[in-house]
């Protein structure tokens, strides 16, 4: 009866670590797609913020455009019976400025539409599919919408943004929309720490440029991007767990503690590379990133 009993118990406690190791499970695949859900929501913002730039530049030119055509409307309707010769004399630096403007038109035009054409290309393609991706372009793309989407978060916010590309154009064959989402990651991490170190040098009333880079090399059969900034850097106790899941060193309500675990899952399990941070406390971190070339 007692070994009856026992068995019932251990069959009872499997049944409920069972149950709790699939409540885990469920809950750690809520906290990966919020994680997932935040960065489309930045990268949301980032578009948003990077379209809304060239749409005013398009909009203050358009106006001026019609204020030009306006005066030349009535130079010309003042000067009926000149010869045609000694008007355009006239009127030639009128000429001039409806073009200039009329080419910052195209100019921000392009801009937009760029960025759109971009969005479309990886939101329309498969999900897991690899293909051929402009390294260069690419990152800093997604290091430019992280910006505009933290500028559109916290419009106080100012960071230097510095991009040191190889020469190189590089196509490598990888998940766009996963290496945008590693960029995104990083580049977040890195005007975080800038943002915070600017608050902490304001309070000692000290001077201080933040700074965040992102560099790109080709070393032999691999492509290195190095994501930086002149921030808070990451205290020696904790280095050893930064790529841990759900460990963060942001205020608690601040992150999910997924945003490095999951860069470095698509990097090293996905991609085939390898992620490492080079950080120094008080000065700066640079979180590195190789890729295969094939």
């Excluded at 809520?30 to 730039?53: D, F, P, W, Y």
Aim: hydrophobic share 35%; glycine share 8%; with cysteine.
């Amino acid at each position: 009866m007692a070994e009856h009993d026992l068995q019932a118990e251990l069959d009872a406690a499997q049944a409920e670590a069972e149950r709790t190791r699939e409540s885990l499970r469920i809950a750690q695949e809520q906290l990966v797609q919020a994680r997932k859900m935040a960065s489309l929501g930045q990268l949301t913002a980032g578009i948003a913020h990077e379209i809304k730039n060239p749409l005013n530049f398009v909009n203050n030119f358009a106006q001026l455009l019609v204020d030009l055509t306006g005066e030349l409307r009535e130079e010309l309707g003042e000067q009926r019976d000149r010869p045609a010769g000694d008007v355009l004399d006239e009127i030639g630096d009128l000429l001039d400025d409806i073009t200039h403007n009329a080419e910052k038109i195209r100019e921000h035009g392009e801009r937009a539409d760029a960025t759109v054409r971009s969005m479309l290309m990886h939101s329309r393609s498969n999900a897991d599919q690899r293909q051929a991706t402009d390294f260069n372009a690419l990152v800093k793309q997604y290091v430019n919408l992280a910006y505009h989407g933290m500028r559109a978060a916290d419009p106080h916010f100012n960071t230097a943004l510095e991009f040191d590309l190889c020469p190189e154009t590089v196509h490598l064959e990888i998940i766009p929309q996963e290496i945008g989402r590693v960029c995104i990651n990083l580049a977040n991490n890195a005007f975080s720490a800038t943002r915070s170190k600017a608050e902490q040098e304001a309070e000692a009333g000290e001077t201080y440029r933040p700074v965040v880079s992102a560099q790109t090399r080709v070393r032999d059969d691999e492509v290195e991007v190095r994501i930086g900034d002149n921030g808070t850097g990451i205290p020696e106790s904790v280095r050893a767990r930064i790529f841990e899941p759900f460990f963060t060193t942001k205020p608690v309500g601040s992150g999910t503690g997924l945003g490095l675990s999951l860069s470095y899952e698509i990097v090293t399990v996905g991609h085939g590379g390898t992620m490492w941070v080079e950080t120094e406390e008080g000065e700066g971190t640079t979180f590195v990133i190789t890729l295969p070339r094939t």
